[in-house]
């Protein structure tokens, strides 16, 4: 896995001190610079390998960028940076993790308060301090009030777009190390939750203190915690990362006994104890003929423990995917033998849901089509923000620009290597109406639907509002229905398996936006609307060609819903995409 995120993430930091501390125009350099290195196919370590110039060929990087850049990938922080925290001592993470609380919010409050840290910011709103700042209210002090405890639950996660590529590299560089002979992830973040506490890895060796000593020795960990002779603890930016060593012959217990969920691991145990079997960590084992079964952790006949798999096998049930270990129902359907086949990321033939340089995005309609070729998919929709509830700084597509795009997708569409359809993402208002003209919407050869203002509705109101959503006839795709950022907004609360069950009637698909921000759909959802009958699209909401990568996530998602590839719309080909959108 390359830097590029991880240094991306500096530069969007830097941008937010320099707009906390008042600086003009440099922030927006910061942030464009910051999505271009994220988005840039070459590994940003790599260019800075072969010198300053090669970093500057990303758009948007000049001569003091790119020397920040050099300098965080060399030394692992940025001078400049560094005084910027000095010059503004506050949490500025947790801060900003208040919804309404931007960066120059920040700034202004530490200045007349000396805001520094979450409880400050509380304490201040509880005393009414924030309202007798110039430029503040009462309402925004509530709205800030009403927001901490939130933002105070969603600081100590982290979101899995950031964990899965520290998972993968901290297990590519520690399989490489002598001492492992397997390493895996495991955890929240093997079973792919949209956030995880801490990035839980897993290795084998028989030589546990020179493993541990290997993992210390990391040059990307930037703290470590603590280490002894089979586990350790490091820190690689904002993320800990935890180790913990097995001999091999109890590797796969232990995978399984460690990727959880505990709720699925004590009803897995029961079911072994109806068989008089013990299993944990270090094994599954036939306790029938030991007197105490509970006299130590390794007592009676070992059955299994090597792989994931023999664990399984030896309680007589197939191993089941990492992705649906979270107790809702799993065990029984190991059982019954009817646990789903699940889709893969092969499966997905096209992307639904993208945006372009008419909105939002940061790329021509020309250069999405050809990313999407280069990424394997047969057909891909262009289906750009309209304007609406919801978009701010004119990012949205009016009708009649939309008549106008419509024409240069199809002449895109001439010289294209794969099917490419107009669309659009409309906006649902809060009474479930549709920001574009209907006239305009039947040009169009598929409507994405989405809410992207009022999510603060009741969960009746909510509800309503998607219903009357995915009953227009004009309405092919409900948009990430709950219209979450997670960590930063909670999104709307609504019902479900109405919603599906609509959607099913009026053969309207659900999206699982695949964007690691959203993952909404979220798993439990996905699993009551297949339930109820509804298809489900996996769309990546990609503003780049570099985001369509982000179908992963997307397909995890689904996967912890129970779906199968017959449950999602863009696994058919063209001709079955067509049908159903007529």
Known sequence: MTRNAEVAAR???FADYLDATDVEY???AYRRAADNVRDYPQAIEDLVAEGQDAVERIEGVGEGIAEKIAEYVETGKIAELEELHEELPVDLDALLAVEGVGPKTVGALYEALDIRTLDDLEAAARDHDIRE????????????????????????????????????????YLADREPVSRCDVAGSLRRWRATIGDVDVLAASDDGEAAIDAFTDWERATDVIEAGTNKASVRVGDIRVDLRVVVPDEFGSALQYFTGSKDHNIRLRNHAIRQGKKINEYGVFDVRDVQDPDAGQRVGERLAGETEESVYEAVGLPCMPPELREDRGEIQ??????????LVEDDVRGDLHVHT???????SIAEMVSG????GHDYVCISDHATGPGMVGGVGVDDEELHEQIGEIRDVTDDADITVFAGVEANIDAEGGISVADEVLEELDLVVASPHAALDQDAVAATDRLLAAVENPLVDVLGHPSGRLINRREGLEFDVERVAAAAAEHETALEVNANPNRLDLWGSAVQLSIGQGALIAIDTDAHSPAEYANVTYGVHTARRGWAERADVLNTRDVDGLRSFLH
């Open 11 to 13: 530069l969007e930091e």
């Open 26 to 28: 440099k922030p927006r």
């Open 133 to 172: 700042v110039s430029g503040f209210g009462a309402k925004t002090e509530e709205n800030i009030l009403e927001n901490i405890a939130f933002a105070r639950q969603t600081t100590e996660r982290e979101l899995l777009g950031d964990a899965v590529p520290l998972g993968q590299e901290v297990c590519a």
């Open 333 to 342: 359907a190991a059982i019954d033998g009817t646990l789903p086949d699940l």
């Open 357 to 363: 340089d008419w909105s939002d995005g940061h790329s």
């Open 372 to 375: 999407a070729a280069e990424f």
